[in-house]
Each structure stands twice: as structure tokens, then as C-alpha cells.
């Protein structure tokens, strides 16, 4: 059996190899270039479009003891990384902290994923978010405090030139009638702050779509990644100081659409990630990065 690696510094752990302490990557293992993903199984579809390494595999693998997946190779040559890291806002700050601590100059980071949508978009479209929100539940109210049920944030920006680049491979790929961009709302629980019912809990969200749309006209999707993303590449520093130095984007795929109630079926998800997943490669070739930074 292997041997555990010593943690060292409590601030920023790291092992005696240099890797992070729950993405376990360490200098050289991840590229500038990354695709993230929820889900491990759509990291392995998406490392069959990297370019085949003489044994037919990717130049790296590695599965961390707390779920993160991580497959580096190159695609038309260029070195890209694919990252699957569960579900939640808690794992795309793991994610994006410990991969920029173990890399230079600056990121350019997608997330692809799956959504809900409360439309304009139906099930199987794919939704660019230009910019997003955090849902959170608002702990005090179910302890009596007169605070509402949900906090809503402020909206944060995605990547514009990114998400371009990315709105327009998809709408080639799809048609513009099947390609959606809006503002996103991600939330703290698949569940309640997802607006879904559960007699189980008091969860107090009847309301919670008809106030999201009212505050916010253009909020399509619903997911749990993609705010902390985008948040955190607002608030990115070179070692100088100043410009963001993680370049931030995501398309989603609608697998559930909440007025209608329906659910995507497993066919067209397979589809799906093999059509849009080259539109989000090239999207990552075509962003200009300044490696140097
Ligand atoms: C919930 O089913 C999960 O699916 C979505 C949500 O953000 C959440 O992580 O994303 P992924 O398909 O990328 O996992
Ligand atoms: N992912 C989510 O977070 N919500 C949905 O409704 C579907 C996928």
C-alpha cells in the first residue's frame, strides 16, 4: 500500500511532493488551459478529444483522496487540463485556489456543466452565462430572525471575450435558436435555494423564482458552481498586483427545465457532451493567456 505524504504549512498545505492538499496537484501536473467539470465520467468523454499520446492515454492522470479527478494532455497541441470536482460552490474554491497555487502566469478557466433552467431555454439547449449570482440560504431566518429566506448577491461577470468566443462556436455548432446566454444563479443547495419542494423541510422558497426573475429579468439558469468561478477570477491577482490573473467562463448544458418540469434523458446528454465539449476546446485554444504574468 502507498504510504500517506506529510502535510506541511498549515496556512496553504501542501505534501513532501509539492501537491496540494486536496486537489493533489503539484507544479508541471496541470496546464493553463483547464475545462472543469461536476461529473468524473464526462472528464473521461472529454480526454478522447485530446491528441492520443503513444499508449493512447492522456500524459496524466491523477484521482485526489477528496474527489477531484484531474486528466492533463494537449489538444492541437496545446496543453490542456480537463478537472471533474463534485458539485458545489465550496468545491470550485478548493479547485480554483489550489490550481492556481501550483501554476504561473495566467488561467483560463471553463466550466462545463448542467443547469436548470426557468426558460427561455429548454431541456438539452445550452446556456452561456454572461454573469451570475449567489443563492444562499439565509440561516437566521429559520431561526426567527425578520431577514428573508434567501440572500441574492450582486452579479459578477464572466470572461466577455471568452464567453463570446464561446457563445458563437455553440450557436455554429446548435443554431442561435438552442444557445441562450443570461445571468445564472448559483445556488447553495440543488434543493431549496433551487426553488424545488421537499415536505421533509421547512424550506420557505415558494416565491424564490418569481423573486429571482423580478430582480433579475435576464436570470435563466440555476446551477452551484459557476458564481464562485466567476467570483474569484474577479478577484485574481498577478504577483504584481492588480489585473486578474484567472480568465473566467462556462457553458451548461439544460437538463432540467422548472416550469415545465421536465428532465433531460441520457441519450441526449451523451450527445450533447461530445458536440458542445469541442466548442469548449477550441474556445480555450482561441484565448489569448499571458503565460509570462
Ligand atoms: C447537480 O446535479 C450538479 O449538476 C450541476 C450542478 O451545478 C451540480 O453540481 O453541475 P455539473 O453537471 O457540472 O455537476
Ligand atoms: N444542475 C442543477 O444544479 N440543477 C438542475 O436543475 C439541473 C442540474
Redesign the pocket.
Known amino acids: 500500500m502507498a504510504q500517506p505524504h506529510e502535510i506541511s504549512n498549515a496556512n496553504f498545505p501542501v505534501d513532501d511532493q509539492g501537491r496540494t492538499y486536496h486537489v493533489e496537484l503539484k507544479p508541471g501536473q496541470v496546464a493553463n488551459r483547464i475545462i472543469t467539470v461536476?461529473d468524473p465520467d464526462r472528464a473521461d468523454k472529454f480526454a478522447a478529444f485530446l491528441d492520443q499520446t503513444r499508449d493512447g492515454q492522456p500524459l496524466f492522470r491523477h484521482q485526489s483522496h477528496r474527489g477531484f479527478y484531474s486528466i492533463t494532455g494537449t489538444y492541437r497541441g496545446v496543453p490542456v487540463s480537463l478537472v471533474a470536482i463534485g458539485?458545489g460552490m465550496s468545491m470550485m474554491d478548493f479547485f480554483v485556489r489550489e490550481v492556481r497555487a501550483v501554476t504561473t502566469g495566467s488561467l483560463a478557466i471553463i466550466r462545463f456543466?448542467?443547469?436548470?433552467?426557468l426558460g427561455p431555454a429548454d431541456v438539452g439547449d445550452i446556456i452561456v452565462p454572461t454573469e451570475a449570482v449567489a443563492v444562499t440560504r439565509n440561516y437566521d431566518y429559520f431561526t426567527g430572525d425578520a431577514v428573508p429566506p434567501y440572500h441574492i448577491s450582486q452579479p459578477v461577470a464572466a470572461d466577455p471575450v471568452m464567453s463570446e468566443l464561446l457563445a458563437t462556436q455553440l450557436v455554429k455548432l446548435r443554431g442561435a435558436d438552442h444557445v441562450f446566454t443570461g445571468l445564472n444563479a448559483t445556488?447553495d443547495s440543488?434543493y431549496s435555494s433551487?426553488g424545488?419542494t421537499d415536505p421533509q423541510f421547512t424550506d420557505a422558497n415558494l416565491g424564490l423564482f418569481d423573486e429571482l426573475q423580478a430582480r433579475y429579468p435576464t436570470m435563466t439558469s440555476?446551477?452551484?458552481e459557476t458564481f464562485m468561478l466567476y467570483h474569484l477570477a474577479s478577484v485574481s491577482q498577478t504577483a504584481t498586483g492588480g489585473t486578474p490573473s484567472v480568465r473566467a467562463a462556462a457553458a451548461?448544458m439544460?437538463?432540467?427545465q422548472?416550469r415545465t418540469n421536465a428532465?433531460i434523458d441520457k441519450a441526449r446528454v451523451a450527445e450533447l457532451e461530445t458536440t458542445v465539449g469541442l466548442a469548449v476546446l477550441e474556445t480555450l485554444l482561441a484565448t489569448p493567456l499571458n503565460e509570462a504574468t
Open positions: 461536476g458539485m456543466g448542467s443547469c436548470g433552467t445556488c440543488f433551487q424545488r440555476l446551477e452551484m451548461m439544460v437538463f432540467a422548472r428532465f
